[in-house]
Each structure stands twice: as C-alpha cells, then as structure tokens.
C-alpha cells in the first residue's frame, strides 16, 4: 500500500510525536513477503538468510528502535550515531557490513530545499535502511519487487542498494530542474522590474546551490570509493551499475556548476538593471532642469524690482497690452524647440 509523503521545510523540527515505522521485505526468485507493524522484536525475527532482507525504519526519533536493530546486526556505536544525527554522505566498509549515507532531496517549496538524510547499511544477505522522515520515492520499486518485474528478484542486496541510490539520485536532476527554472524567471522578471525580492531570491538561490554543493561531491567521494576499492560486499558485476551512478553524480556536479555560474550573472544583470534605471531617471530629470533653465532666467529677468519710466532701458512689452501672453507664448516656442533639438540629438 502507498504511503503519503509528509514533507516539511529542513529548517523546522522533526515531529517526536510521530510514529516510526518498520517494514521488512523478503524475496528471491521465487518467494516474496513483506511484514508491517510487528514490533521489531517480531520483526527481526522473521529474517532469513536464504533470503534479500530489506529492512526500512521510518522516523528515527525512537532511538531505543534503532539500538535493538543495532544490537541485532551487531553494529558500531559511532555508526548508530552517524544514523541519527545529521552527517555528510559517506561510505565505510566494517567487517561485516557497508555503511552509506546520503541526502534524499524532495522538492524546492518557499525557496528551500526539502530533504532528509538516508543512511544505508548492506550486509550479505540484508539491506538496512534508516530515514529521518515517513515516505519516500520507492513506492513504486517496492510493487516492482512484489511483481518481479525487472532483475531485482534474481539479484542480491548489493543491487537493492544500487536501485535505491539510483532512485534517489535521479530526483536530484528534478530539484536542479526547478533551480533552473527559477533562475529563467528571474532573469525575465529582472528585465521587466527590479525591485529588492528579486535580490532576495538571488540570494536564496545561491544558499541552496551551496546546501546542493555539499551534499553531491561528498556523494560522488563516497561512490568513488565504492567502485573504485574493492569491497566485499558489492559483486564485481554490479560494480558497473555504481559506476553510472557516480557518472549521473558527476553530472549533476557539472549542471551544477553551470547554475552557479548563472546564478552570479543574475546579480550582475540584476546591479546592471539597477544602474541603467537609475541613468533613465538622471537623463529625464536633467533634461527637465535643461528645459526649466531658459524660463527660469526670463522669470527671474521679467521679476526684477525697478521703475520702467524713469529707466532708461525700457523692458520690452512690459506696458504692452498682451505683453503676458506674448512672453507666454516666447516660453513655449523655447520648450517646444528644445525638445525638437533633443529628439534630433537621440537624447530621449
């Protein structure tokens, strides 16, 4: 049965009321089972070795859960700790089993990005898998197993472990998509109107490109030394489809940078729309003061305190019957020409 997925922003904290859930799935090429809410004494106890054994824990607030399936598989105390706290994705390989862990990104919502941290341990015949939050995107390679669909049921756990990072990592291209489709619309939206949400979502933009930095080249560290040491507990014949994992990582690595890269032309186009709008204003407002400059001086020539009669520079049409209209009209020739004389110039 599908299970909804309960998203919250990175930046608020988990629920501790929330309930943690345990799924365990069987199979190989012939049998398939799937247990659910047993307690995980129950659970644990239906494990078989001649079987893959996938074991999923959702909501790792109950930390007694996670000591009991510890104890059982015999893990390392500092492993238990880097299961329930957050932490870079890496790869070590114990005795007995591999340690993985990654980041598991959703979606962007408020400008953030919305994840949790995955952590995986692969054993010879079991998979561990621990996550923070409930629901994931396996929904649909889980009925994959259950129909034996595809090669999973005839392969080991070391391929579980494969299709479940793959699975994740293919959901990264989906949250650099939505980035990128981000940084059009504000480059559209930089042209039409700069205002200071724009910068504001710059901004964002380039904290959740750095949150994506450090969670791909840790993870591509952690796939190279998978593929590249050689582990006991990946067969040599499914080294090839780690390899194109860590070339989809490698990928993201690049489109990443380049989103990067268009993220910091966005602030110049953004200070260089700023600029250019602030120089339309400063021409507009010069050449105002520019027309305004003539009337002023006739104004102020037309305002000055003396007697005509006993000057004996008389001022031109100031007895005149129409002298107002008259210097009026001489006003207006003036403003009408300069504009004409603008217009010819290209100046606006």
């Avoid at 408020?110 to 995986?120: A, N, R, T």
């Avoid at 990946?234 to 090839?240: A, L, P, Q, V, Y």
């Avoid at 994992?245 to 268009?262: A, E, M, Q």
Wanted: net charge negative; glycine share 4%; with cysteine.
């Amino acid at each position: 049965m599908a299970r909804k997925k309960k998203l919250s922003s990175p930046a608020m904290p988990r629920p501790s009321d929330s309930k943690v859930i345990l799924e365990l799935i069987q199979y190989n090429e012939k049998e398939y089972a799937k247990y659910e809410d047993l307690p995980v004494t129950e659970l644990i106890g239906q494990i078989k070795t001649n079987q893959v054994n996938w074991l999923n824990v959702d909501c790792l607030h109950e930390k007694s859960i996670v000591q009991k399936i510890g104890e059982h598989f015999c893990l390392h105390t500092l492993l238990i700790e880097d299961i329930t706290s957050d932490h870079q994705p890496k790869a070590e390989e114990y005795d007995d089993y591999l340690f993985f862990t990654l980041k598991m990104l959703y979606r962007i919502k408020d400008g953030h990005i919305e994840y949790e941290q995955i952590s995986f341990v692969l054993g010879r015949d079991y998979l561990l898998s621990f996550q923070e939050k409930e629901g994931d995107f396996f929904d649909a390679f889980r009925n994959r197993i259950k129909l034996d669909q595809g090669r999973v049921r005839k392969k080991k756990a070391d391929y579980l472990l494969y299709r479940l990072i793959d699975i994740i990592v293919d959901n990264y291209y989906v949250v650099l998509d939505e980035i990128g489709e981000q940084i059009e619309a504000i480059e559209d939206d930089i042209y039409t109107n700069s205002l200071d949400h724009q910068f504001k979502r710059i901004q964002q933009l380039k904290k959740e490109l750095i949150f994506l930095r450090k969670a791909l080249y840790p993870l591509r560290d952690a796939l190279s030394k998978v593929t590249k040491e050689e582990s006991g507990f990946i067969d040599m014949g499914n080294h090839r489809y780690f390899a194109d994992v860590y070339d989809h990582v490698v990928h993201l690595i690049d489109s990443l940078d380049t989103y990067k890269d268009l993220t910091s032309g966005l602030m110049d186009i953004y200070i260089n729309s700023l600029n250019t709008r602030m120089n339309e204003v400063m021409k507009v407002l010069t050449i105002i003061s520019t027309i305004f400059m003539p009337l002023t001086f006739i104004v102020g020539v037309y305002g000055m305190n003396f007697n005509p009669e006993s000057s004996p520079w008389n001022m031109p049409e100031l007895n005149a019957k129409y002298g107002y209209p008259i210097v009026m009209l001489v006003m207006l020739g003036i403003v009408l020409g300069m504009i004409r004389y603008f217009k010819f110039k290209k100046w606006f």
